[in-house]
């Protein structure tokens, strides 16, 4: 929200750069191309031609943030018509993020599970170019909301360079949070799935991919 409200008020791009450095690590929110913003730990982050600084974090190397930060997904909370595949994989990282926590914790390690919900990308345009149904395929008369669900992730996608800010705040702090969750629907669509019966969900889901129409 910070960098999509600054790069509104301001009418111009507005971009978020990490650097590294033997000092440590830091990211920069900041006007203009990456070139033109340094942080390298030894002082302040700063700006030349023209870019304007609006915020940075440091994290010095003499205290690091020991994190291993797995991606999930929303859709590993529950499963959607035509994305079984997709959704038991991310299950599947959400298990093996549950395991290395504890298995690392000893360690002084932090796992972190990044959750996100709808995030834009071109995820949903790879994913449709692929659909390829046979005319004698019992799912013809719904290839429609087959292409739904390819798209369902990007309909009000929340852009990349918003999403990523909270998550590297999260995953810079001392001790960071077992699981983040960011995007579109990423609160909503899992708390449906908690409080609907499992089969009210299901008829939901399969009426919005139209899957209703085959009875």
């Given at each position: 929200?910070?960098?999509?409200?600054?790069?509104?008020?301001?009418?111009?791009?507005?971009?978020?750069?990490?650097?590294?450095?033997?000092?440590?690590?830091?990211y920069?929110?900041?006007?203009?191309?990456?070139?033109?913003?340094?942080?390298?730990?030894?002082?302040?982050?700063?700006?030349?031609?023209?870019?304007?600084?609006?915020?940075?974090?440091?994290?010095?190397?003499?205290?690091?943030?020991?994190?291993?930060?797995?991606?999930?997904?929303?859709?590993?909370?529950?499963?959607?018509?035509?994305?079984?595949?997709?959704?038991?994989?991310?299950?599947?990282?959400?298990?093996?993020?549950?395991?290395?926590?504890?298995?690392?914790?000893?360690?002084?390690?932090?796992?972190?599970?990044?959750?996100?919900?709808?995030?834009?990308?071109?995820?949903?345009?790879?994913?449709?170019?692929?659909?390829?149904?046979?005319?004698?395929?019992?799912?013809?008369?719904?290839?429609?909301?087959?292409?739904?669900?390819?798209?369902?992730?990007?309909?009000?996608?929340?852009?990349?360079?918003?999403?990523?800010?909270?998550?590297?705040?999260?995953?810079l702090?001392?001790?960071?949070?077992?699981?983040?969750?960011?995007?579109?629907?990423s609160?909503?669509?899992?708390?449906l799935?908690r409080?609907?019966?499992?089969?009210?969900?299901?008829?939901?889901?399969?009426?919005?991919?139209?899957?209703?129409?085959?009875?």
């Open positions: 929200r910070y960098v999509r409200s600054e790069a509104v008020a301001r009418n111009e791009g507005v971009g978020v750069s990490f650097y590294n450095g033997s000092a440590g690590q830091c920069v929110i900041h006007t203009g191309s990456r070139a033109d913003c340094q942080c390298d730990g030894t002082g302040p982050a700063q700006c030349t031609s023209g870019a304007v600084l609006l915020k940075s974090v440091f994290q010095p190397a003499s205290q690091p943030v020991k994190v291993v930060a797995n991606v999930g997904s929303i859709v590993g909370l529950f499963t959607t018509p035509f994305a079984a595949a997709y959704c038991s994989s991310k299950a599947a990282v959400h298990s093996l993020t549950d395991a290395l926590r504890m298995e690392l914790a000893p360690f002084g390690i932090h796992v972190v599970s990044i959750q996100p919900g709808g995030v834009r990308s071109s995820f949903g345009e790879h994913a449709e170019a692929v659909v390829r149904l046979p005319e004698t395929s019992l799912y013809k008369p719904v290839e429609t909301g087959i292409r739904a669900r390819a798209q369902a992730g990007q309909q009000g996608a929340m852009p990349a360079d918003v999403f990523v800010v909270p998550v590297v705040d999260a995953l702090r001392s001790s960071p949070p077992r699981v983040i969750r960011g995007g579109t629907n609160v909503r669509l899992p708390l799935k409080l609907l019966p499992a089969a009210m969900f299901d008829a939901k889901l399969s009426k919005l991919f139209g899957l209703d129409a085959l009875r």
